[in-house]
């Protein structure tokens, strides 16, 4: 769904993460299955990819709340 979202967007994965602070590689792992967003990338990449409200739906779903760029430490750090 990332990568579909992202071609329709007229992005490739380079611009796509330069747009959303992520790295290529990280962006990668995303779209192809082998990593899970937490809810901050997930709204990133929902605003960044112009994501439709079912897809904002499905990401969303998919995403944790306590890793990564959501991880409760983060706030503390």
Not at 12 to 36: C, K, P, S
Not at 60 to 75: L, Q
């Amino acid at each position: 769904m990332l990568r579909a979202a992202r071609e329709r967007a007229g992005l490739g994965q380079r611009e796509a993460a330069r747009r959303t602070g992520l790295t290529h590689g990280y962006l990668w792992l995303l779209e192809n299955g082998q990593r899970t967003p937490s809810m901050a990338v997930a709204e990133l990449l929902a605003d960044a990819l112009a994501l439709t409200l079912e897809e904002c739906k499905q990401l969303y779903a998919a995403a944790v709340d306590d890793a990564g760029r959501s991880h409760p430490a983060r706030a503390s750090a």
